[in-house]
């Protein structure tokens, strides 16, 4: 049995598939393929038509990801294009032996992983070979199914003919049943990520700057040359200064538009005789359904000059969204039809990146929604009354987050061991200082930890409102037992301190025992509870046998006790500005050169779990 679609179907399909991918299918010599794919998926789910097919896919998650599945291209080879492979070589040999560098690459369109694990086989390679060195790539494609696909790394051993033999050390071969397939080793698995994105998409994951090395081979052909010319653009954007663009040997671009150079092999590099570019104004959008309070809001921001554009509703901002691309979002959970935090949720299942800050009035009742926010893509909350008591912290708080997210990141702190102290096996205790943006990253971290973890003590800078409900939900997802220090308790394996209220939470030395208990002292940096008066605590306790960690925040609290900590004999770890919301606590604690490590939440989390020697089972 078979289904045919008619010729107006057969439009609408086409037309579909062009606003889904982003590509032109006017010549498309796929268009059977696609027709006869999805004319087999309306027989298997017994639709009588194409529209009902479609509208039970869009609805439906797994269909939807089998359907674009169908419609793209997965087309790949191991080294394909090999001149490309001679030329990155190239570019990494001219990189100076004794600079500590992490060179960031990223494959678009990655297909199911060959062109990412091409690439990291030739700088494994020079890896080895060079201890200043490092990688990290990140695969990009549209497809889920090709996405996961890379992410098990395991491939018929029938394709390692396509791979050079110097490379072949770095392949394992499976044994009984899976003898007929390989992948790679763990040192090469580990340096690639791979993550779904839509390449036309605003929302696409390629930040400003970011990388040293990026491939989209064989991709931009099935662009119309508006679209061809947007996305070289905006990959040329997200490349370092004197980072390089690999596209296919067949896809050629204008020099002269696009202010490259050509280096050969489709290999293009920015032109190093292009003025400086003026600094743009930021761009926030306004989601409140308070008249007054989009006014009050709009006037503040226009008046620090940002771009500012609002929205009344969650269907109003969507809209919005096609034609606008904030820096960051002020959002109020409170509203008609959809509340904000559930249209967040929404915004970040489909790629939406700009940071959000929620502006609400919600009381104590209302904490997990605030909290819940917090931990899944809100990166502050700020009480309305501060838009009358205080705008300029407002205004402190946005610059801030906007800024360190428009920003290039750098590479300079990217998971670097910075002195030569081991980190305890069997840790006394460890500590966790973290402020804006920081419930997400605690999240990554301590998510289902095992039962025999160390005591985990942590402040988290939060309204005095949300103190309880931000324990008991970090406790939550730890899997640890959660300890209110107000009354003094001995610390133990499998639990986890946090103060539920406005104070301090310090430690002290009985004899062997550690105990753990709770100030209500002044605060030497304005924030109580206070990351530095915990870890002064430790230190003045001369615990030496733990571990201190600076997460992201504002401003620089935590930085003092760490020194003194690491001073006293502790091992001490920052969070990297690249995962960092705001940069500001890290940064100052790296700057004391009190700093053993520093890394992404979760290269943290690795690392304390294979160190501490209480692994998950």
Partial sequence: MTYILSEPEISILIEFVEELTGTD?????????????????????????????????????????????????????????????????????????????????????????????????VLEEYRLRNPNFDYRIEGYDIDHLSIEKARKAVFPISETALIPPIYKTHLLRGSGAAKNLFTLTKEIRNRCTFEQMNITSHSNKLGKGQYDVIFCRNVLIYFDPKTFNEIVTRLLASLKPSGCLFLAHCELISCKVHKTENLGNSVYRMSTQQKPESPRKRKVLIVDDSKIVRTILKDLFDSHDFITVVASSAKEATIILKNFDPDIVSLDLHMPETNGDVWLKNQRRSGFLPPTILVSDANPKEA?????????????????????????????????????????????????????????????????????????????????????????????????????QCAHLIAGFSGLTLVNPEQREELKNGHIYMTQASSHIKVQRLGERLICFTEHGNSPCGHKPSVDVLFSSVAKAQVANAIAIILTGMGKDGSEGIAKFHSCGGFTIAQDEGSSVVFGMPSSAISTGKIDFVGNPAEIRDLLLDHAGRKVA
Wanted: aromatic content about 6%; proline content about 6%.
């Fill in 25 to 121: 299918q006017s010549c498309s010599s796929r268009k059977g393929i696609i027709c006869s794919n999805i004319s087999n998926r309306i027989l298997h789910h017994c639709f009588e038509s194409l529209i009902p097919y479609l509208e039970f896919a869009c609805a439906n998650k797994e269909e939807y990801r089998t359907l674009l599945s169908l419609v793209t291209i997965h087309t790949t080879a191991w080294f394909r294009e090999s001149p490309h492979f001679s030329r990155l070589e190239e570019l990494v040999l001219k990189i100076p032996k004794n600079e500590k560098i992490t060179l960031r690459v990223a494959s678009v369109g990655c297909s199911g992983g060959p062109e990412v694990f091409s690439i990291a086989l």
């Fill in 368 to 468: 997990f929604s605030v909290l819940s926010a917090l931990g899944h893509g809100a990166q502050d909350y700020i009480e309305k009354r501060l838009i009358n008591d205080s705008p300029d912290e407002i205004m402190r708080r946005f610059k801030a987050i906007s800024d360190s997210h428009t920003k290039p990141k750098t590479t300079k702190h990217q998971q670097v061991i910075m002195t030569s102290k081991k980190i305890p096996t069997k840790p006394d205790l460890i500590m966790i200082g973290a402020s804006t943006g920081g419930i997400e990253a605690i999240k990554t971290i301590t998510q289902n930890l095992p039962k025999n973890f160390p005591p985990l003590l942590i402040v988290q800078h939060i309204s005095s409102e949300f103190a309880k």
